[in-house]
């Protein structure tokens, strides 16, 4: 069965800085458009970032956008989610995905992926 593992996850004060890493096994991460997702307690899973596989142009949600940056090693499988000026409100369970092989567009939906991780708790107190 795939397998997509997050880590790096914990308590940071705000303004701190975590690195999220997300490894796959059974399939390789080239290309496939890779994602990370965010979920807090009571709502809506809410889309973060992606990068396509040939780490091009990476799509940030804008309430992230400058703080956080997408990367990608297609040779290791993983990927990872650089947080710096973390606020309170980022605060939730992140997630990484991957699409399909080949995927196009600009892809924020959860719909559109195929494969996911079981997540990595972020606590950012104020």
């Known amino acids: 069965q795939v397998q997509l593992v997050e880590s790096g996850g914990g308590l940071v004060q705000a303004g701190g800085s975590l690195r999220l890493s997300c490894t796959a096994s059974?399939?390789?991460?080239?290309?496939?458009?890779l994602g990370w997702f965010r979920q807090a307690p009571g709502k809506e899973r809410e889309f973060v970032a992606h990068?396509?596989?040939?780490?091009?142009?990476?799509y940030y949600a804008d309430s992230v956008k400058g703080r956080f940056t997408i990367s990608r090693d297609n040779v290791k499988n993983t990927v990872d989610l650089q947080m710096n000026s973390l606020k309170p409100e980022d605060t939730a369970v992140y997630y990484c995905?991957?699409?399909?092989?080949?995927?196009?567009?600009?892809?924020?939906?959860?719909?559109?992926?195929?494969?996911w991780g079981q997540g990595t708790q972020v606590t950012v107190s104020s």
């Open positions: 059974r399939f390789p991460f080239s290309s496939r458009i």
């Open positions: 990068i396509r596989w040939s780490s091009t142009t990476p």
């Open positions: 995905a991957s699409t399909r092989p080949y995927s196009l567009g600009i892809m924020t939906q959860p719909t559109q992926y195929e494969y």
